[in-house]
DNA sequence: TGTACATCAGTGAACGCGCGTTCACTGATGTAC
DNA sequence: TGTACATCAGTGAACGCGCGTTCACTGATGTAC
């Protein structure tokens, strides 16, 4: 087996990752420290280079795969299984479901808005883009399907990501009860930007 | 003169304040160190705590005091001396002239969404609400007056916050030439809210 | 298969640094008489 | 007004701490013959 040392290596590599993930659940990526995270994964500090860089260069790996898995989520809910809900209501259920299940997750993609490097400034902004981008497209696909025009797309789905990441934000602080006012709350704010934008000038 | 000391002190005091807002227009209040303003204000670390038990309670009073001018900035914005503009545009220019000349303030207030204590995040959670409240006190005043119903103005105010804030933030990040394309989304976004806003269900 | 050498993930000690906090102090300002 | 004492904002040294980074090293895994 001439993979047996490499496969060590990824393994520390997954370990690295999931650490700085289980930490972030606190108080977000920003403010780890290498020593922290190369603790949490099991091996010393100076190890930690054989792996990234720096702690920029986890990050961006961590921006990444939380980027993909999330975009992931949001195309299948947007397809809504549940037929008895709107589609609306369905994206923002599984939206709201899953950043309380993975709190660390939301924390990474909100959290570097302030602190952190530029390149990983960039990768954040640049995952959001996509998100806006894929619901810009699914917005007008939906537009022409149901016949029902739509004037500003690109500029409904900014506001939607911002009013979803806010209140995404707020729903983090909140004990379980009282996710129910705001997922009924983003629902209603979405279908108001939504009908917004169907509306000339 | 019985008050010659207690000014001096209140005048190291607000070279403390003014210190730390200097300080936090590169990344914001929360990677302020205690040492780095007791040095801008000309001071050791150790008479900072003559002033403050320590940069939580600076941080109190710095969101206090940002959050107040904000809210009057935007009272005036709104209204509208400007008669040849909307409102609506009015308000944004002011907030993006505003957010562009004092991005320390606008960091303060968005930074510590992520980072600091839970004391500094609910101080800064609070300014945000007055801000909703008084939003939300303003569309519904002009929607009487207007005699053009408004059925969601409360959660109008929210999302038009959520964007506002959303824009300032990535308005701090472009160069001068590429503001006006942001002011421009920023009004077509709000409208767009006010928009649906007015629509029943 | 067995041996000799190369690779390299992870170790553990050491470094200098900036941090928050404490402490006894100084000396100008303020107060009592 | 003049003197003796109290107050207290600011000083400067010291502390222990966790940080990122470096370094020579170890020893298991991998490779060549």
Do not use: C, W
């Not at 606190?26 to 994964?41: C, I, M, P």
């Not at 696909?141 to 004037?151: A, D, Y």
């Not at 909140?174 to 006012?181: D, E, G, I, N, W």
Request: proline share 2%; no cysteine.
């Amino acid at each position: 087996m001439t993979k047996t040392r490499l496969e060590a290596k990824q393994i520390t590599r997954r370990n690295l990752i999931e650490a700085s993930l289980k930490l972030s659940e606190e108080d977000g990526f920003a403010t780890l420290s290498l020593r922290q995270v190369a603790k949490e994964a099991g091996i010393t500090p100076a190890a930690f280079y054989r792996h990234f860089k720096d702690m920029d260069e986890l990050g961006l790996v961590l921006v990444d795969e939380v980027g993909v898995r999330l975009r992931q989520l949001m195309r299948d809910a947007r397809k809504g299984f549940d037929k008895k809900k709107s589609a609306v209501r369905n994206s923002v259920l599984t939206y709201i479901d899953y950043i309380v299940e993975n709190p660390q997750h939301f924390r990474l993609l909100m959290g570097g808005n302030q602190a952190g490097t530029s390149a990983y400034q960039k990768a954040l902004r640049n995952e959001i883009d996509r998100f806006i981008a894929e619901l810009t497209d699914d917005l007008e696909t939906t537009s022409r399907k149901m016949k029902l025009p739509i004037f500003h797309a690109a500029f409904a789905s900014e506001a939607i990501v911002a009013v979803v990441f806010t209140v995404g934000a707020e729903a983090l602080d909140l004990p379980k009860h009282r996710r129910q006012a705001l997922e009924d709350r983003l629902v209603v704010e979405v279908n108001m930007i939504l009908n917004g934008a169907r509306i000339k000038g």
